[in-house]
């Protein structure tokens, strides 16, 4: 039996805000856009990994009463869920694309850790760190 993990899910604000930024400004393509009564099902996915969805969702019925929604709603504009990662090939030259875009970076490219990493936060407040690939070292 195969075993993995298939989606991980953001609480976003607004599902067609968030699919817009995801889409447009990130480049991910949409997966699985259904809905069920008010609730909708929607996942995105890096074009590089079609095995992995992100899902966008909106705290609310059936999963989360209404005080549970507003806290959440509130944590993630805080920016105060614990971040993702993109991993990029080039961070300097990812952070200049995405800028022109329109993303609103809180970081810019910063080298440390032998490698370069920049922050940035989705329209709901979702935080990620964008991190360059680390160069192997050539054999001696």
Same mark, same amino acid.
């Given at each position: 039996?195969?075993?993995?993990? !298939? $989606?991980?899910?953001?609480?976003? &604000?607004? /599902? ?7 889409? %447009? =400004?990130?480049?991910?393509? *949409?997966?699985?856009? *259904? &809905?069920?009564? %008010?609730? &909708?099902?929607? $996942?995105? /996915?890096? +074009?590089? /990994?079609?095995?992995? !969805? ?6 609310? +019925? +059936? ?6 929604? /507003? ?12 971040? @993702?990662?993109? #991993? ?8 200049? =694309?995405?800028?022109? =875009?329109? *993303? #609103?970076?809180? !970081? #810019?490219?910063? #080298?440390?850790?032998? $490698? ?12 990620? =760190? @964008?991190?360059? $690939? ?7």
């Amino acid at each position: 039996m195969t075993q993995g993990i !298939q $989606t991980v899910g953001l609480y976003v &604000r607004d /599902q067609d805000e968030a699919l817009a930024f995801y889409v %447009d =400004k990130l480049g991910f393509k *949409v997966h699985t856009d *259904v &809905r069920n009564g %008010d609730y &909708r099902w929607l $996942t995105v /996915q890096h +074009p590089d /990994q079609p095995s992995f !969805q992100l899902g966008l969702y909106v705290p609310g +019925p +059936p999963v989360h009463d209404a005080a549970t929604a /507003q806290a959440l709603n509130a944590l993630v504009a805080k920016g105060a869920m614990p971040p @993702m990662v993109l #991993e990029v090939d080039d961070c300097f030259a990812a952070y200049d =694309k995405l800028h022109q =875009k329109g *993303v #609103e970076f809180n !970081q #810019e490219p910063v #080298e440390r850790y032998g $490698t370069v990493d920049a922050g940035f936060r989705d329209p709901s407040g979702n935080g990620w =760190k @964008m991190i360059q $690939t680390r160069r192997k070292a050539a054999a001696a």
